[in-house]
């Protein structure tokens, strides 16, 4: 009964590699995230989706491109991945004004 | 970047109350205060939140000063699963767009 799930857990890949992670959430909420921690520890939101539409795009590098094909899902898209792409990035969603909830996490390293 | 001030580590003893202290002196009046926390490795857990009262569920107490400049959440009897990262957070929102802090590092000893 995973309420956010994401696949893969873990991600190694060299450098220029293009990479996908997935999710999906079985809560029915209707706003689906990214975040991203770095070695640092600190949380930053990439994007936000709602109804399968962006509506929140931080300062992220148009290498990254998230992909809702339906309210369930949110895919993360990289494409020429470099050193600094590595990092754990958390999947979440919400329903409203209600708390997010928070996938496991997708650890990506890249070499 | 946040607009939250939390001590970057505090220690308790298992078994008493954690007081987990946050300073949010600039929160507007629409903004939230939320608190989440993170166990090592695991994705960011929903503790609690509240406007302006004080609130209380399964998991822990928030108390909000009637200035709302600061709070306080309370583990009324922390556990050895308490240890964590714990995020105060303000937002006009649920949900969107959490900005998250340093938080503080939880540590519990038996």
């Known amino acids: 009964d995973t309420a956010v799930s994401q696949t893969p857990k873990y991600l190694v890949t060299q450098m220029g590699n293009d990479k996908s992670i997935k999710c999906e959430q079985n809560?029915?909420?209707?706003?689906m995230y990214w975040y991203k921690q770095d070695s640092k520890k600190f949380l930053k939101i990439m994007f936000s989706y709602n109804n399968k539409e962006l509506i929140i795009n931080e300062t992220v590098p148009n290498r990254f491109s998230p992909k809702s094909p339906d309210k369930a899902h949110l895919n993360l898209h990289i494409n020429s991945l470099e050193l600094g792409d590595s990092a754990v990035y958390f999947c979440a969603s919400s329903q409203g004004r209600r708390s997010v909830t928070f996938g496991p996490g997708t650890r990506l390293t890249v070499t | 970047d946040a607009k939250t001030t939390q001590p970057p580590s505090m220690d308790c003893a298992e078994g008493r109350a954690a007081n987990l202290p946050c300073n949010h002196s600039t929160i507007s009046g629409n903004e939230y205060v939320y608190w989440y926390r993170q166990i090592h490795s695991q994705g960011p857990q929903y503790i609690i939140h509240g406007l302006k009262n004080n609130e209380t569920n399964e998991m822990a107490s928030l108390i909000i000063t009637e200035d709302r400049k600061s709070s306080t959440l309370i583990l009324p009897h922390a556990t050895l699963r308490d240890t964590a990262v714990y995020y105060c957070?303000?937002?006009?929102?649920?949900?969107?767009?959490?900005?998250f802090g340093a938080g503080t590092i939880l540590r519990v000893k038996s």
């Open positions: 957070i303000v937002s006009p929102e649920y949900g969107n767009k959490l900005v």
């Open positions: 809560l029915g909420h209707d706003t």
